[in-house]
């Protein structure tokens, strides 16, 4: 009995091996392809972008995204040298480098990476003083980077930043930094003070100087002081009157005394 295959069968059949069997990958994607369980190499078309073309039932393509990842760590418990505890969380940019590495040197790179940078970062934190943590962020930022980029390097992936967002204190520890913070203000305010009261006080000096030298300025300034109290409209205004001013007086007294 012979066989007859429809046309309408063929096309079918066809259009089916050319979907199975011709992928398009995006600009961003890369294709690792097993052929028989192995990591096949020199396709027709390579491996991405546009079209690659693979054969049914025998090759298996993964696509893999070369664009950077930013994944998000998850608040972690971290006791600081100096014995804090603190809840830190932070976020990591990493993308594929090796496409051929993520896929066959790791199970699930983005786990793996998410999980790393959890132990890393309680690692870190852990070795360094509250105080370093909070004022000398972008060390540590650099110093996860470095250790994450390093130990990531073997599955092909790339950590390009890593940055700590929040750090949560306890109650009780916000409100000690709280009053240092207060205390320090206190202290800075009262230096301050004192170098100004200092300088005014060089300024009295210099000034006292001068109308040792010019006895006249002495006058001037007394002058210029009456005046000024006289602008507040006092009704009674009580001031001395320097004996400097009476001698010229004094003087002539004595002169007309002397000629009788």
Same mark, same amino acid.
């Given at each position: 009995?012979?066989?007859?295959?429809s046309?309408?069968?063929?096309?079918v059949?066809?259009?089916?091996?050319?979907?199975?069997?011709?992928?398009?990958?995006?600009?961003?994607?890369r294709?690792?392809?097993?052929?028989?369980?192995?990591v096949a190499?020199?396709?027709?078309?390579?491996?991405?972008p546009g079209?690659?073309?693979?054969?049914?039932?025998?090759?298996?393509?993964?696509?893999?995204?070369?664009?950077t990842v930013a994944?998000?760590?998850?608040?972690?418990?971290?006791i600081?040298?100096?014995?804090?505890? &603190? !809840? /830190?969380? $932070? *976020?990591?940019?990493?993308? %594929?480098?090796? @496409? +051929?590495?993520?896929?066959?040197? #790791?199970?699930?790179?983005?786990?793996?990476?998410?999980?790393?940078?959890?132990?890393?970062?309680?690692?870190v934190?852990g070795q360094?003083?509250?105080?370093?943590?909070?004022?000398?962020?972008?060390?540590?930022?650099?110093?996860?980077?470095?250790?994450?980029?390093?130990?990531?390097e073997?599955?092909? &992936? !790339? /950590?390009? $930043? *890593?940055?700590?967002?929040? %750090?949560d204190? @306890? +109650?009780?520890?916000?409100?000690? #930094?709280?009053?240092?913070?207060?205390?320090?203000?206190?202290?800075?305010?009262?230096?301050?003070?004192?170098?100004?009261?200092?300088?005014?006080?060089?300024?009295?000096?210099?000034?006292?100087?001068?109308?040792?030298?010019?006895?006249?300025?002495?006058?001037?300034?007394?002058?210029?002081t009456?005046?000024?109290?006289?602008a507040e409209?006092?009704?009674?205004?009580?001031?001395?009157?320097?004996?400097?001013?009476?001698t010229?007086?004094?003087?002539?007294?004595?002169k007309?005394?002397?000629?009788?």
């Open positions: 009995m012979e066989l007859i295959v046309p309408i069968i063929l096309l059949l066809l259009a089916v091996l050319v979907a199975i069997g011709f992928k398009v990958l995006r600009e961003y994607e294709a690792v392809i097993f052929r028989f369980g192995r190499r020199g396709l027709v078309g390579g491996t991405g079209i690659v073309v693979i054969i049914p039932l025998v090759d298996k393509l993964v696509r893999v995204s070369l664009r994944l998000d760590v998850p608040p972690q418990d971290v600081t040298r100096d014995n804090v505890s &603190v !809840k /830190v969380n $932070a *976020v990591i940019y990493f993308r %594929v480098v090796d @496409p +051929q590495r993520a896929i066959v040197q #790791i199970e699930d790179y983005l786990y793996a990476t998410s999980m790393m940078a959890q132990t890393t970062l309680r690692s934190l360094s003083q509250l105080d370093d943590l909070l004022a000398k962020r972008e060390e540590i930022n650099s110093q996860l980077q470095l250790i994450l980029d390093q130990q990531s073997p599955w092909g &992936v !790339k /950590v390009s $930043a *890593v940055e700590v967002k929040n %750090v204190l @306890p +109650q009780e520890m916000q409100r000690v #930094i709280a009053k240092q913070a207060e205390a320090e203000r206190g202290r800075r305010s009262k230096i301050i003070h004192a170098e100004g009261e200092f300088q005014a006080a060089e300024r009295l000096a210099d000034a006292a100087i001068v109308m040792s030298r010019q006895p006249m300025a002495l006058q001037l300034r007394y002058l210029q009456l005046v000024e109290i006289a409209k006092n009704s009674t205004t009580s001031f001395p009157i320097p004996i400097d001013m009476l010229p007086f004094i003087q002539s007294l004595e007309c005394e002397a000629g009788e």
